[in-house]
């Protein structure tokens, strides 16, 4: 009743039906979800208001992009969105995790079960869970050479529920030495050192790394040279521009000379600039090439490409960082005590042109702990796929690196987990809570029964084949192509350990509150 006076829109359920809606919307947005996971997974359109259409198979852009109206859908996707921002991938994963603990709960609560039993079931469950991943996880000895095999097996995983299998092989080479060339010995790995720039040109598989840097425009003047090999780089920050100073003068001459002035102080910076080029480049076939992030006014230019000096102005914040750690070098704000220490390297700089657009490419450098993955593809649905999936595919890398684990994929490590809940974890447990145990353990078997649906085979004999095995000591997943069990480590499908244990975290954590708050 008081709720009637606080909003007499306000929409009231007893505890049954609002706990009844609240499974029903997790299920919904299961059923939206479940046929994107997977190699065989399928590709969903979404057209925005304004007519703009999105191609997707990527859980987290569909949550971010859908409109979402109900509470509890909303929980879920935000956390399934976080498990995204967290740990890189999973994002589907969550949400059938979620939603098929949301229909073994309404099973169990419809045939009388009391939620908070049902609840403890669900705690036990999980952290029996999280146990065995522990001894389940495969550990990978990542000291100062990584395994790189193991590396592209795990971005090979993750790419290929994302793409198609050549595009995905591809790219799983190009990942990995991404992730790779910036990692440093004792330093967390910083992927915004891996710039992902794109272009609209050829074809998807033209796609390639870049251990340098790629510039999203050009030189600006007419006669500067367009290749240049042997080039030292100078990174800066300098006004090399006529800044319209506030003065107050009595008459023209006054005006003309704070005018000359000005100028007289830019041609001064750019001189030392020149000065700087004709003691490092005389006498040998070097080059000089200006980046800088300030602007640079056309008499400035002129000079500058008199003396043979290639200028790119305005150059972004973030490539500055990027430059340095890809050339060597250091940036500088000041040209008054430039040495050739400043200077960074590459053994190749050319410029790009595709219609309007000017990109620049700063290549062969010597020791890169910076690189640029450059996306090519006929469209931009294309391209907006292949971003979404290498953003996953570096992530998948950097958590292997740092958990110094993987997990066998497949649905390999949820038919595992499920067994040994049910065949050892629930003898341990008295009363009804075993009801919640199990009720949690077939939940996990809902990665392998969405694989094979996806794949066009029959659930219930994948199920019953693969647990067979597991039961016989063998560990094995599904093989998508002709629904026989396979090794998984022989092929070469491994997780990330750090997703999975976000997702059943998060599985459980989001399944509690819903259940026992009806």
């Not at 008081?2 to 499974?23: D, Q």
């Not at 910083?190 to 720039?197: A, G, Q």
């Amino acid at each position: 009743m008081s709720l009637r006076v606080l909003n007499p829109n306000a929409e009231v359920l007893n505890k049954s039906a609002a706990l009844h809606m609240n499974i029903n919307a997790a299920k919904g947005l299961q059923d939206v979800l479940k046929t994107n996971l997977g190699p065989k997974g399928t590709i969903k359109m979404l057209v925005g208001g304004a007519g703009d259409i999105k191609l997707t198979k990527d859980g987290n852009t569909l949550l971010k992009e859908m409109q979402i109206q109900n509470p509890t859908a909303i929980m879920i996707a935000r956390t399934a969105v976080a498990q995204d921002d967290t740990s890189g991938d999973g994002t589907t994963s969550t949400v059938l995790f979620i939603g098929e603990l949301m229909k073994q709960s309404e099973r169990c609560i419809d045939e009388g079960m009391h939620p908070r039993v049902l609840v403890d079931g669900f705690e036990i469950a999980k952290r029996a869970t999280l146990q065995f991943l522990e001894k389940f996880k495969t550990p990978v000895v990542m000291g100062d050479e990584p395994d790189k095999e193991i590396l592209k097996m795990v971005a090979r995983t993750t790419l290929r529920t994302k793409l198609y299998e050549a595009l995905s092989d591809q790219l799983t080479d190009i990942v990995v030495n991404a992730v790779l060339c910036i990692r440093k010995p004792e330093e967390a790995i910083d992927l915004f050192m891996v710039e992902i720039m794109h272009m609209r040109h050829k074809f998807d598989v033209d796609t390639r790394l870049v251990e340098g840097l790629v510039l999203d425009h050009g030189s600006r003047h007419p006669d500067m040279k367009r290749r240049a090999e042997n080039c030292y780089i100078l990174t800066c920050n300098v006004s090399l521009e006529y800044d319209k100073s506030c003065f107050f003068y009595s008459n023209a001459e006054q005006r003309e000379a704070m005018v000359a002035a000005e100028r007289r102080q830019v041609d001064e910076r750019v001189k030392k600039i020149i000065e700087l080029k004709n003691k490092v480049c005389s006498g040998n076939d070097s080059n000089l090439v200006v980046i800088n992030q300030k602007g640079i006014d056309p008499p400035s230019l002129d000079l500058l490409a008199r003396a043979g000096i290639i200028a790119l102005r305005r150059a972004k914040r973030r490539n500055m960082e990027r430059l340095v750690l890809a050339c060597g070098g250091e940036a500088v704000n000041s040209v008054d005590d430039l040495t050739p220490d400043c200077l960074g390297w590459a053994g190749l700089v050319y410029e790009h042109v595709l219609g309007e657009e000017k990109y620049t490419f700063v290549e062969n450098v010597k020791n890169p702990y910076s690189c640029t993955i450059l996306i090519k593809g006929p469209n931009d649905h294309t391209i907006a796929q292949i971003k979404d999936a290498v953003r996953d595919g570096l992530r998948s890398v950097k958590n292997t690196i740092e958990d110094e684990s993987v997990v066998l994929g497949a649905g390999a490590f949820e038919v595992a987990a499920r067994q040994y809940l049910v065949n050892e974890v629930k003898k341990t447990v008295k009363g009804r809570a075993q009801l919640g145990v199990e009720a949690f353990a077939d939940a996990l078997l809902v990665v392998p029964k969405t694989l094979a649906e996806n794949s066009g085979l029959d659930t219930q004999d994948v199920i019953i084949s693969l647990t067979g095995e597991h039961d016989r000591g063998n560990i094995v997943g599904l093989n998508h192509h002709t629904g026989e069990p396979i090794d998984p480590h022989m092929e070469g499908i491994f997780d990330n350990y750090s997703v999975k244990r976000q997702i059943i975290n998060s599985g459980a954590s989001n399944c509690i509150p819903v259940v026992i708050g009806r």
